[in-house]
Structures are given as C-alpha cells and as structure tokens.
C-alpha cells in the first residue's frame, strides 16, 4: 500500500499542519493500528500526519523516515546472459512435471513440452497425447545475439510479469510447432515459455494456461536466472505506518472494518466453478381439484424450473480461456468470448432420446443401478461440431452425481473432462441430485412436460429456483 492509499482510506478526510505534495505514489507503506500502545514506535526521527475520518474519528499517524537505498549499479555486469545462464537446462535433458486432475505436462527444457493422459484397462494403455511446442536449435544463436543486444541497451527494458502482485523480469523462450489445432484451422501449437529468477526454485511450473485457442504460457521458477543482477526481483520493502487514536477514537476506522467484512463475502461468492441453486417446492395451484385429475395440458408455471428444464437457463463454468454451457436437456457447449466481443463457438453435444436409449443398450453399465445403491444418472449428449481429429461428431456424457456428505446444500459443481479425442464427461454433482435418484426408470429418464402440456424430453426433474 503507498501512502496515497492511506490518505484515501480516511477520505473525505481534514489534514492538519503537513504538506503531501511531494508523496512518491512508487514507495510502499504498510499501515498498523496498534491501539494506545505506542512502546516500541519510534517517534524521535518522524513526522506525524493529523487525520479526521468522514464519521469524525481523529487519528495521528507516525509516519517513517524513509531514506533513499543506493541501488547496486547493473552496467558493470559482464557476466553470461539470461539465455546462457539457463542453456545447461537445455543440454542436461532434464524435464520438469506437473501433475493436474486429468492431464499431465512434461516440459523437456530446451526440447519439446507435452500433454497426455493415460488409460489402464488391465494391461492396455491407451496414451492421449498433444504437443504444445518444440525448441529450435537453429534459433539459439539468433535469440542469443538479440538478448546480448537488450541487455547492452541501458535504455532498453526488461520484460516483466507480475507474479503474486510482484513484477518480475523474464526471459522468454517461444516453442512452436506443435500438434495441429483444429479449433485454430489446424495451426501448430505454440508455447511462451517464461524463466524468472527465484533463488528456491528447482526448474519447476508455476503456472500454465491458455492465453488463447491453443495458444500457451508456462512460468518456470529457475534460480539459474538470478545470478544476473538485472533479472533480480526488485527489493520492495514496505515502510511501517502507526495510526493511533485521538479523542477516544476506536483503534480502527468504521470504513476499514466495514471494508474488510465486505472484502470478505466477496470472496467467500467468488467460486467462479461453482453455481449456487436453491431447490423449492411445487408451487401451489389455487383449484386443488385440478391437481388430482390427469390434466390435459400442463398447469402455468411462473417459476423459472419449466425454463431451466426447457434449456432457456443454462449453467456455466470454467475458469480458463475455454468456457462451457450446459443447457439441460437440450446442449452441451464449449465457448469462448474474443476481446471483440465475438464468440467461439463448439457444440459438444446435443439431447436425443432415442440415440440416448441406444447408448444405454450398448453401454448397460451406464444403466441406474438399484435404488438402494443408486448415486448417480448418465445422460448421452450426441451430434456435436465435426471433430478434425475423429472425424466424427463430439458427443457428451452428462453424470448428475449425488454428493450426501457436502457441506453445502445449495451448490451444484460442474467440471468438464476429455478421456478421449472430443468425447466429453460433463459432471453435475451436488446433494441436491439424491433427491432425484429415486424418479428415474431404468434408462435413467423421467417425463417432462413443456408449456403446452407434451413430453418434450425425459431426463430427471427437479424444482430449482435459479
């Protein structure tokens, strides 16, 4: 926090007797509130700011004497540079993993990095694997001769990337040629791989991500980066600030306290992964004679459960750069919004009885099991977008999975996995399923009537107000 940041924590705020005119807004400040006891705060070599909150609490703040430090001059470096301080990665063959819920990502230094998952059926592996990039040996003395360049340049800057809110200084190694996208008309994949200096690291991943369609950036944390003092994390020592209270002020601010409980709940509802839903019941019909006899149409429902059943609310999720929608009883679809505003677009599935019915036969295991031991419902979603590699549609199965021991009642978890190429399982799990288990037949289907008062599809019901 700088000590601008501090001046808005009390605005609108009255400064008395002190000029802040000359505030660096680059110089950092950490604020402590400790209350009457003042033992140990230096108050002899500092300056005091007088400030007033907007609900008339008075503070006097002890502010540091912040000396300038004599930065170590970087043109007397001589030594290698980045790019050759991290080239013993590349001959040494050494590889580093990193280890997700489904994928793998082996990233060979200097070589190639890979993405695969492996399937055991008994002695059978069946291996999915992609490219995300290779390394040209040809492009080393290039690269090399450039960075000797940037590095000469006083004026040039070093590229940096903020890491856990700190800027650190980057060598970037491109490695393209991958495996052919089909979503990105068959371009080979290419990843930005960043070595930044961490003096504990052992060459390993910090983070990996899509920055777009088949596009990659990896993060290694490599301590071979730090012997060159331009690729050192800049020291950003925070200067101590004491707030006391005037005139029986509270130790803190209402507005501070307020903000932090504030700060709080936000992040308690910022589970990008999660939907939140609350079941009720039916609604109540006032002529209760109509609900006993076998209706010819379909009473009005003002609740949103007809919309939701009828794929008019949709659930989302995801986190990375691919989005997905899953439309009950209607779709499966993966999306991704461009900074144009255009949307990307891959159906992975769509809802059809029949075809349902079929994979239930070829697939009998796919079937409820009996109501005493019944935890989950299999829904085939088939007749996506063509898939390059197959060439066949994409197709989703949708598992709405019962979860007994959540905490949560109200929360529906969605994740999305590819076991094989363009063949999908979209889970659905929450407590709330086990409440629907028991309606299902036994291809896992339940009537469901649209506004008209015909079956439009049968797959489980549930009242949910969205």
């Known amino acids: 926090m700088n000590l601008l940041s501090v001046i808005n924590l009390f605005l609108p705020v009255i400064v008395l ?20 006891n003042i033992e140990g ?31 170590i001059s970087e043109d007397k470096y001589e030594g290698p540079t980045a790019l050759e301080l991290i080239s013993p990665l590349f001959s040494q063959s050494s590889c580093t993993y990193r280890l997700e819920s489904y994928w793998t990502y082996e990233v060979c230094h200097g070589r190639f990095i890979r993405q695969y998952h492996e399937d055991r059926e008994g002695k059978k592996v069946k291996l999915q ?17 450039e960075m000797k360049e940037s590095e000469t340049d006083r004026n040039a800057q070093i590229p940096v990337k903020k890491i856990d809110n700190v800027n650190l200084p980057y060598v970037e190694i491109l490695m393209g040629n991958g495996t052919q996208c ?64 005037l005139e029986d002020s509270p130790k803190k601010p209402y507005n501070l306290v307020k903000m932090k409980v504030e700060s709080v709940k936000l992040r308690r509802k910022s589970d990008l992964d999660r939907i939140r839903v609350e079941f009720v019941p039916p609604p109540d019909f006032q002529d209760k004679e109509e609900t006993t006899k076998a209706p010819e149409t379909k009473p009005q429902d003002t609740s949103p459960v007809q ?5 008019k609310n949709c659930l989302t999720g995801g986190t990375g750069w691919w989005r997905y929608e899953f439309c009950y009883g209607k779709s499966v679809e993966q999306y991704h919004i461009e900074k144009d505003g255009s949307k990307v677009t891959i159906k992975l599935g769509t809802f059809n009885k029949q075809k349902h019915l ?16 019944r935890t989950q419902l299999s829904h085939l979603y088939s007749d996506g977008s063509v898939c390059d590699k197959t060439g066949k549609p994409r197709q989703t199965e949708v ?10 009642l109200n929360t529906v978890s969605l994740y999305l996995l590819e076991p094989r190429y363009c063949e999908y399982i979209l889970g659905v799990e929450s407590p709330l399923v086990c409440d629907i288990l028991s309606k299902a037949d036994e291809n896992g289907l339940i009537e469901v009537w649209d506004d008209d008062g015909v079956i439009e599809n049968e797959i489980p019901t549930v009242n949910i107000k969205l």
């Open 399 to 408: 598992k709405l999975k019962c979860l007994e021991d959540s905490t949560n």
């Open 358 to 373: 079929d994979w239930i036969e070829q697939h009998p295991h796919k079937r409820p099991k009996p109501l005493s031991q």
């Open 41 to 71: 705060i230096d108050s002899i070599n500092t300056e005091d700011l007088i400030v007033t909150t907007s609900h008339q609490e008075k503070y006097r703040c002890i502010l540091p004497n912040v000396q300038e430090k004599e930065s």
């Open 182 to 245: 089909d979503l990105n008309q068959n371009k080979p994949r290419q990843t930005r791989v960043l070595y930044v200096c961490y003096i504990h690291g052992k060459h390993e991943v910090y983070s990996l991500k899509e920055t777009s369609t088949c596009q990659y950036e990896i993060i290694i944390l490599s301590p071979l980066v730090c012997a060159h003092p331009k690729y050192k994390p800049k020291e950003t020592g925070e200067n101590k600030i004491n707030c006391v209270p």
């Open 307 to 311: 919309s939701f059943l009828a794929g």
């Open 129 to 145: 694997e992609y490219t995300l990039g290779r390394w040209d040996d040809k492009l080393y003395e290039k690269a090399l001769s």
């Open 17 to 36: 007797g002190h000029d802040i005119k000359g505030f660096d807004d680059t110089v950092l400040f950490d604020i402590h509130w400790p209350g009457d």
